[in-house]
């Protein structure tokens, strides 16, 4: 019995009328915890009741506490009539089992119903007391705390990074239940939230008690998502980082977090990290786990040849194997040279750290930035793709006839995780392979997705490879000789994260390597694609970008194993062409590496979405980007020759503007200067696209590799020709704003503490039957374009701004339709100290399509002739726009003490004073504030069901007061566990379905985050007074 | 290919004030579209007119769902459904009660009935303030009345409490609940020169000197209802005792010498002033004693139009010559030694001077 559960029932508020005949409402409140029910007394006749109620005592294992909801259910009393149910409301306790998090969640909560949505909020305290158990063979793991957020938390030191945890669990899904044919709308829904909170509670008690296995105290990086698979079940997963970490004391933990805008802008980082490299600044290593080498070169046999050329630093590759396929591919074991002779150096690393690292099953890490030092070398991206078939997991025991309980999944789906576990298990092993063969012991910005359709489902992983410093690694290395190893390490630290961890000599894909244009002793790539945040250390020319690759695949419905079959054909395709798009826009903005990458594929009934997002920089220890040069493919051709040439013009001309407007100037003068061995005609890269995507057309792209001169991008067909349109075409921001998929904007340091965090959501219905390829890829792109201009223009009051970690999810909801969902914050920050140059629209739309061919040179010469003249006449407009649309109107946010101390008053008085203003970003981080304490994870699951579409505004008016809800009560959240902010916060699902035509939809959201208390850099001391008396204040209600 | 849905959800709110303010004076989207292109922000900001579009799609959303916020301003700052800047929830408050002073103008002194509300569209039709506009301003009126209905206190402090409104507004209002209250007449073809504004000075000037709540702080501990509202009984009572200023021969003679000795000389009107006097005199005085009758407060500013502005004006008074001759004309009854009404004169004359001077114009 080792916790005692107390909850009491103050009031009610604006709840609606549920007697039409008085105009009142008789409420009274059920509390339920596990299998206990309270009921409060009935209050007559008020819409704003007075409960004041007992506390109801609930006596409970801790393995309870950390699965179960307290579920409060608001009713109607009725003396005739079955009573009414109002609404629910489902808190989270978990919280409240951490020491260091919150010790008491009261506040307002809205009364939630499935199908109308907000319905007045209630005032609710709540505790927890425990009990100190030292039973060894717990099932529970309480006390383990969980952060959302993929870095190191403010105000915490990592003692120890354990590594990679995982797990999942299964239950059938409510919604096709044969019970759901015969019960209501909310029943169902309300089953399905309650289940889904349930599975994730166990999930998150599962991981944690996996992390005390492992000696640690923490997850960092918790990732948890759901796969609705419709009749084959329901799975939560989750992964994450154990770690063990160690809070600051507070007073020096005010000094090693400095405000990000503080940081000094010579360090060309953002500022977040330098909190925390002071955090590191002591120690960090990394414990031990089991070894598993794993040696392998995935080969370009289980992928089309266009792969190789393309991709001079990112390893991509897409398993694609249905269920008929699952032997490992021939890739897996073939190969392996390559990371195995490495120079000495390398070498000696590696096996320093493979020591430790190998002996751990999968050694990566959820983690998207890492303390200075940590990571030594990037390999570059990999990732992993397979189609599964879901009805092959039918299990009989799951059939209709089973009555419904809702606790049944434990018992009867015991072997059904094992087949989701062994398809992750396949995918993770490819990874490492992956990793591996890039010279890389370990994968970081490491993420995991699913994207079903039907009974097919594909399953993503991927991540950063990358070698990771050894005395990190090492066993019990404290403190003692870290510093000396740091001087064993041969790069310097700010540019030694470029640096090639392969061999050189035997490199597993073509790349043209160069030596460092900062050490000028280590060999860089030219190109560098990761999926983590920019590290603190790496100094960059110029300002980042988004760049985004879009692309639509038409697919012929089919069922089943064809289907799957036909879906694992196309992904090389798709990934090969969002590489290429990737790689010539980077080229195209004159920039040389990708931070933050993520690339999703989403599948319809007929047809592929692939959407790649992330933040272009100009590192500047990598060589600079090639320009580009055309030629035609048929020389003689006079027309054709003019027409090149027009091309070209254009071309230069954009990368010029973008050098400009991006500020990329780097110190070329200085490079010749150094002069040292950079290999003058650097190899070239070629990336070949075919007329027609015949055989022997790919055939000749392996042979052509490496022997032009130029990056190629050849073109004659309508196809290509649209590339090189969408590539000009693509707009950049308007003056005045940035945008970045990161988490900061490399290149903007001063922020200054207005932030607005969005969603939007946008539906394209695609009447037109007999589309092409072309023709939705245009749509695509359009409709991912057009978003950012909405975004652009609706937030035209606050620049300048960064839109920062901007992120696209795409789905196919129907057959006929397109929907992106974004999330991102508005960061403002200060211009005039900023000196930013306007921005400027790339080109206008090319002349006349069709005939030519376009070529992209390397040539460095060429297009910084071309930069010079453009610049000039440009400031003088874009600057009298900046000044004509800027009135600020971003939330001028209270700080904390205000804010807090008045909900405190609301809390205790009905009617009195307004709402805390709460606080919510997808970053880990609030510009101005320091985080001064991590109340826990947030992780929410709604539903909302209307049949009334048309009085409710559409699917549009559905939808939009949906989210605000869902905000609303995320941030009822936050401000009951005493917060005023919600960092790391993330919309994982949104799963629209509508029947417009029955007046019907229905939707589910899933959202997490880290509910925190923040106070200003400035006033920290008073605020953290207040802090404590607010405690005290509610210890007394 | 067509938008099947979008949206845009701020965690903080957000609104743009120009497109609130169409909104609220009634555009369809369509429209507002229109206007703000015409207004220039794609001018101001490179953006398509698609991107307006669903911009103010947006913000039309937005607003329909606040408005039942707004209906009870209170809840707009403790909901917890829109995370709104204090600043920015007084914005929303005030402009959603602010309305049109010539649809004001239409309605005022009517009975905020629904027999009102069907002619709303000849109201629209002949003010130009679109009918959505009109109800929303009419459906204020009627709100705001029936709150303030049942309350006790000065009526100006509770709409300000109750709406969260300023001042300004909130005095508006109060006009605008007396006037249909106690339905004053202001339809009337001569009554059209008179602006909303200048009613409402009078309303003020009604309401804070011949109410019950404006005699005195200890009557607001009387169990009265509507002291703000209702004009003091006892006081219009004792009106009628001002009919000895003009049934009484002697009295109105004194009464005029001691006007016109005072006068003369100082203004070219006088030989006007001097022949009018009777008829004026006689005017304001039987105005005082029929207040007791419900019909005759109705007609309270037809009268003052009929019995003194117009005679006045037809005599091309200036105003300063309405002003002088009031004053002297009030001043000079305290010298009459038999009229013992004094503090009901001044009470009465107070009122009645401060509504001909805020009147007396084209």
Request: hydrophobic fraction near 35%; include cysteine.
């Amino acid at each position: 019995m080792p916790g005692k559960l107390k909850a009491k029932i103050v009031a009610g508020r604006h709840l609606p009328v549920m007697d039409r005949a008085s105009d009142l409402t008789d409420a009274f409140v059920e509390v339920k915890f596990g299998n206990t029910t309270f009921k409060t007394d009935v209050c007559p006749k008020s819409l704003n009741p007075q409960w004041n109620s007992e506390w109801f005592k609930f006596e409970v294992d801790d393995e309870d506490l950390q699965d179960e909801p307290l579920q409060i259910t608001v009713l109607d009393h009725d003396t005739y009539s079955a009573n009414d149910a109002i609404g629910k409301v489902y808190i989270d306790i978990d919280p409240l089992l951490c020491t260091e998090a919150a010790s008491i969640i009261s506040g307002w909560f809205p009364i939630y119903d499935t199908i109308h949505g907000i319905r007045g909020e209630i005032n609710v305290l709540v505790k927890v007391e425990l009990f100190n158990d030292l039973n060894r063979f717990r099932q529970s793991s309480c006390g383990v705390k969980f952060f959302c957020t993929t870095s190191i938390p403010y105000s915490y030191r990592a003692v120890m990074v354990h590594g990679f945890v995982e797990e999942l669990v299964v239950n059938e899904d409510p919604e096709y239940q044969w019970i759901d044919r015969i019960r209501t709308p909310r029943a169902s829904n309300e089953a399905r939230q309650r289940l889904i909170s349930l599975m994730s509670g166990e999930l998150q008690r599962k991981i944690g008690l996996k992390v005390l296995e492992m000696g640690g105290n923490a997850v960092v990086g918790y990732l948890q998502c759901f796969d609705l698979e419709g009749e084959s079940g329901l799975v939560v997963r989750a992964i994450g980082t154990a770690c063990t970490l160690e809070k600051f004391s507070s007073g020096s933990a005010s000094i090693t977090c400095p405000h990000p805008s503080t940081a000094p802008p010579s360090n060309a980082c953002n500022s977040p990290k330098d909190g925390k490299e002071l955090v590191f600044g002591e120690e960090l290593p990394l414990s031990s786990g089991p070894p598993t080498p794993f040696r392998a070169l995935p080969s370009s046999s289980s992928s089309p040849p266009p792969f190789s050329p393309s991709k001079p630093c990112s390893r991509q590759s897409s398993s694609s194997d249905t269920d008929l396929s699952l032997t490992p591919k021939t890739g897996m074991g073939s190969g392996g040279s390559a990371g195995k002779e490495a120079g000495p150096l390398k070498t000696l690393l590696r096996q320093q750290t493979q020591t430790t690292l190998e002996q751990r099953e999968f050694p990566f890490f959820t983690l998207t930035s890492f303390p200075p030092g940590f990571l030594v070398h990037v390999g570059g991206v990999v990732s992993a793709r397979s189609v599964k078939l879901l009805d092959r997991i039918h299990n009989p025991a799951l059939g209709n006839a089973r009555s419904y309980k809702l606790l049944d999944w434990n018992s009867v789906t015991a072997d059904e995780p094992e087949t989701r576990d062994a398809w992750w298990e396949e995918i993770r092993q490819e990874i490492k392979s992956h990793a591996k063969a890039l010279g890389c012991h370990a994968v970081v910005g490491y993420s995991e997705n699913t994207s079903i359709c039907e009974e097919v489902c594909i399953l993503s992983a991927s991540g950063t490879a990358a070698i990771l410093n050894p005395r990190y690694m090492r066993e019990g290395c404290l403190d003692v000789g870290s510093i000396d190893h740091r001087f064993d390490d041969p790069s310097p630290p700010n540019c030694g994260f470029c640096h090639i961890p392969y061999d050189e000599l035997n490199m597993p894909f073509p790349a043209q390597l160069a030596y460092c244009y900062q050490c000028r002793r280590q060999k860089v790539p030219d190109v560098l694609f990761t999926t983590i945040d920019l590290p603190a250390e790496a100094a960059v020319t110029g300002k980042g970008c988004l760049i985004q690759a879009r692309l639509c695949r038409l697919k012929k419905k089919a069922q089943g194993e064809v289907n799957a079959t036909a879906i694992s054909n196309l992904l090389p395709f798709m990934e090969y062409e969002l590489h290429t798009q990737l790689m010539n826009k980077l080229k195209l903005r004159s920039m040389n590496a990708l931070f933050g990458l993520h690339i999703q594929i989403s599948v319809g009934e007929n047809m592929l979405l692939g959407l790649a997002s992330a933040t272009g920089v100009y590192l500047t220890a990598l060589p600079a980007p090639g320009g580009i040069q055309i030629a035609g493919k048929t020389p003689g051709d006079l027309n054709n020759e003019q027409h090149v040439a027009a091309i070209q013009k254009r071309i230069n001309d954009a990368i010029a503007k973008n050098k400009e407007l991006y500020q990329i100037n780097p110190p070329e003068l200085t490079d010749e200067g150094v002069g040292s061995p950079i290999p003058e005609p650097r190899q070239r890269s070629r990336i070949f696209r075919s007329h027609s995507e015949s055989s022997d057309e790919l055939s000749e792209l392996d042979l052509s590799h490496g022997k032009k001169d130029a990056f190629v991008l050849e073109i004659d067909d309508t196809d290509a020709v649209e590339d090189i349109h969408s590539l000009l075409t693509d707009a950049p921001p308007p003056a005045g704003f940035h945008s970045c998929s990161t988490e900061t904007m490399p290149g903007i340091y001063n922020w200054t503490s207005g932030i607005q965090m969005f969603t939007s959501v946008r539906v394209l219905r695609l009447n037109n039957t007999n589309l092409t390829n072309q023709g939705l890829n245009k749509i695509f792109t359009d409709l991912c374009e057009n978003l950012l201009k909405s975004f652009y223009f609706k937030l035209r009051s606050t620049v300048p701004c960064c839109l920062c970690h901007l992120n696209f999810t795409v789905a196919v909801p129907e057959e006929e339709l397109v929907q992106v969902s974004v999330t991102a914050v508005a960061m403002t920050f200060d211009k005039d100290q900023n000196q930013e140059k306007p921005p400027e629209k790339a080109t206008t739309k090319g002349g006349s399509e069709t005939e030519d061919q376009l070529q992209f040179p390397l040539e460095l010469s060429a297009d910084s002739s071309s930069t010079s003249p453009q610049p000039s006449k440009i400031s003088g407009v874009a600057e009298n726009t900046i000044v004509s649309t800027r009135v600020s109107s971003l939330e001028h946010c209270s700080p904390l003490p205000e804010g807090r101390s008045r909900s405190l008053c609301s809390s205790r008085s009905f009617g009195v004073g307004s709402v805390t203003m709460v606080k919510m970003t997808p970053l880990s981080f609030l510009p101005g504030t320091r985080i001064i304490k991590y109340l826990g994870i947030i992780n929410m699951f709604f539903i909302r069901e209307t049949t009334s579409l048309r009085e409710e505004g559409g699917v549009s008016g559905f939808l939009h007061s949906f989210i605000a809800e869902v905000f609303a009560m995320v941030r009822a959240h936050v401000a009951a566990l005493g917060g005023n902010a919600v960092v790391s916060y993330s919309m994982k699902d949104c799963v629209l379905m509508e029947n417009p035509n029955k007046n019907q939809a229905q939707c589910l959201i899933n959202v997490s985050g880290d509910a925190v208390i923040c106070v200003r850099e400035t006033d920290q001391e008073q605020t953290t007074n207040t802090g404590q008396t607010c405690g005290t204040i509610d210890g007394a209600t | 290919m067509a938008v099947e849905l979008d949206v845009f959800v701020g965690n903080t709110t957000i609104m743009d004030e120009e497109v609130y303010q169409l909104w609220l004076d009634g555009y369809t989207v369509n429209d507002a579209v229109r206007a703000r292109m015409e207004g220039g922000v794609l001018d101001e900001f490179d953006a398509t007119a698609d991107v307006l579009l669903s911009d103010t799609m947006d913000q039309y959303r937005t607003f329909q769902m606040c408005e039942r916020l707004l209906h009870s301003p209170a809840k707009l700052a403790n909901q917890l459904l829109f995370q709104i800047p204090p600043h920015r929830q007084t914005m929303l408050i005030e402009r959603y009660y602010a309305f049109d002073d010539v649809f004001v103008r239409e309605v005022l002194g009517k009975k905020l009935s629904k027999g009102t509300k069907k002619d709303l569209d000849d109201i629209s039709a002949k003010t130009g303030v679109t009918l959505k506009s009109c109800r929303r301003q009419f459906d204020n009126f009627k709100r705001i009345f029936k709150v303030v209905e049942e309350l006790k206190g000065p009526l100006v402090e509770n709409i300000r409490q109750h709406f969260l409104l300023s001042d300004k507004l909130a005095r508006d209002y109060a006009a605008i609940v007396f006037f249909a209250n106690n339905r004053f007449e202001t339809g009337k073809k001569k009554l059209q020169y008179i602006t909303f504004q200048d009613f409402a000075f009078c309303a003020g000037q009604l309401i804070n000197n011949w109410t019950v709540g404006a005699v005195g702080e200890g009557l607001w501990l009387l169990p009265l209802a509507n002291m703000d509202v209702d004009l003091d009984k006892e006081f219009l009572q004792e009106l009628k005792e001002l009919k000895v200023l003009i049934t009484d021969k002697d009295l109105l003679d004194q009464h005029k010498s001691l006007v016109c000795t005072a006068l003369r000389g100082k203004t070219k009107a006088f030989n006007e002033m001097e022949a009018n006097f009777k008829n004026l005199s006689r005017g304001l005085v039987n105005i005082a004693t029929k207040l007791t009758n419900t019909k005759d407060v109705r007609d309270f500013f037809i009268d003052l139009v009929e019995k003194f502005i117009e005679p006045c004006r037809s005599d091309r008074w200036t105003a300063a010559d309405v002003k002088l001759y009031l004053t002297h004309y009030t001043n000079s009854a305290h010298i009459l030694d038999t009229f013992k009404h004094q503090v009901v004169w001044d009470r009465y004359m107070g009122v009645i001077k401060s509504c001909i001077f805020k009147m007396y114009h084209d």
